[in-house]
């Protein structure tokens, strides 16, 4: 039976197997009317996707806002209506709130922040598809060691973009204190002139603890300054390490800034972390360091040609820049745009966005089962007694792991 008559006409069949799925209405991605008995099920019909041969159709199902609004009350309801009207609008105010709102570790904001994302996503895919499928912003992620001057070429390179047209969403990942929980978030106090722009927006953000040095919610908050029409979203990260995998997995282009002078940079630097590199920028190359400067860019470009190749379309480039006297810059954005032309062109880029949605799905996961499991009752009844016997070496950390495992699984 043809898809046409199918919707004409509701198999049985179709439609209970459809049902017994976790979501109870759905939004079909089609252009015909639909059939009364669609719609008294609460399903919705809106317009065809015709592939290239004219003869199969895609039919996409997504659940529909009603099924994260239910249990709203008018209230919040307002409120969320507030932030995602503003931001779609483009005021600064509503998409800071926003942020905060997907940051805070209340559990009702928490529902908020998930009905606003979902709102914001199906904003997000209507535009794209007015933009003939392709990408709204350009993702970069940039990292390097503490002084390679992460945050004076941001302002040079973000003042070039702004006056260029763009708008650019900065978000600086502050590392927090172990023992207090604060972070200095002083990226903002030496970006002063691009803070002051009104076509940029920096948002610096807390780790609070979350290994790689990347926050659990910088994911969401790319997908909120997108929504917010910025156009370029630069993810600037602690550079300790593990932050550098944990940024890979969330931009389109990693970019690792290194400064001339650092000793054997070689040896100093993880063989990880420059895999991951498409483009590599050796910063501060003026004064009495362009000599070092073209050292170290040589030896990259040698190390560059070791490693394996990633992208069927794009070798990794070593480039010199200065932000003091501007060199290399206007070169180095010709660069990041030949980039995402070529890895747009080749289809790269849309798989790559694709994989890192599933790998960020599994990290959230993860972290909420933990902290499932941490709450838990009768594990959380057995967690200091087993801790302090691992403390005073009466119990291994294996051991320790597996008992309080076992008490969780048998919870019933």
């Given at each position: ?9 509701p ?54 806002l ?17 932030l ?22 209340h ?7 998930q ?26 992620g ?7 001057g992460?945050s ?29 929980g ?11 002139e ?30 909120l300054?997108?929504?917010g ?39 100093g ?29 040589a ?36 660069k ?25 799905m599994?990290?959230?996961i993860?972290?909420n ?19 302090q ?14 008992l309080l ?8």
């Amino acid at each position: 039976m043809s898809i046409p008559v199918l919707l004409l006409h509701p198999h049985q069949r179709f439609l209970k197997g459809l049902l017994g799925t976790p979501f109870r209405r759905y939004h079909f991605i089609s252009g015909l009317q639909c059939a009364q008995p669609f719609k008294s099920r609460g399903l919705h019909c809106t317009k065809w996707m015709l592939l290239s041969n004219g003869l199969r159709r895609k039919l996409c199902v997504q659940a529909t806002l009603k099924d994260h609004t239910e249990g709203l009350s008018d209230k919040e309801q307002r409120f969320v209506d507030k932030l995602y009207t503003g931001l779609i609008q483009g005021h600064r105010a509503c998409l800071a709130e926003a942020i905060t709102l997907v940051e805070s570790t209340h559990s009702r904001k928490k529902e908020l922040a998930q009905v606003l994302l979902q709102k914001v996503l199906v904003h997000h895919r209507e535009q794209e598809q007015l933009n003939k499928g392709k990408p709204l912003a350009f993702r970069v992620g940039l990292s390097g060691p503490p002084g390679a001057g992460k945050s004076t070429f941001i302002e040079y390179f973000g003042k070039m973009l702004t006056e260029r047209g763009h708008k650019l969403s900065v978000l600086a990942v502050d590392p927090s204190s172990c023992t207090s929980g604060g972070s200095l978030l002083g990226d903002k106090t030496r970006m002063t002139e691009l803070s002051r722009d009104m076509n940029a927006y920096i948002r610096p953000s807390p780790t609070s603890g979350t290994l790689g040095g990347v926050t659990r919610t910088t994911n969401e908050a790319i997908l909120l300054c997108e929504g917010g029409g910025y156009d370029i979203i630069l993810i600037e990260t602690v550079g300790v390490g593990q932050s550098e995998f944990a940024v890979a997995d969330m931009v389109d282009m990693f970019v690792l800034l290194l400064p001339p002078a650092g000793g054997d940079e070689l040896q100093g630097i993880k063989r990880g972390i420059i895999e991951m590199a498409d483009l590599v920028a050796i910063t501060k190359c003026d004064g009495d360091l362009i000599v070092p400067a073209r050292r170290i860019q040589a030896e990259y470009v040698s190390a560059l040609k070791l490693l394996r190749k990633r992208s069927e379309v794009w070798r990794p480039k070593v480039i010199r820049i200065s932000a003091k006297t501007g060199e290399g810059i206007t070169e180095m954005w010709d660069k990041m745009k030949e980039f995402q032309d070529l890895m747009l062109g080749s289809g790269e880029l849309t798989a790559k966005r694709r994989k890192q949605q599933k790998v960020w799905m599994w990290n959230l996961i993860q972290e909420n089962v933990l902290e499932h499991f941490k709450t838990h009752p009768t594990v959380r009844e057995q967690i200091p007694l087993l801790e302090q016997k691992v403390l005073r070496g009466a119990l291994s950390p294996g051991l320790a792991a597996d008992l309080l495992l076992k008490a969780f699984r048998s919870r019933d």
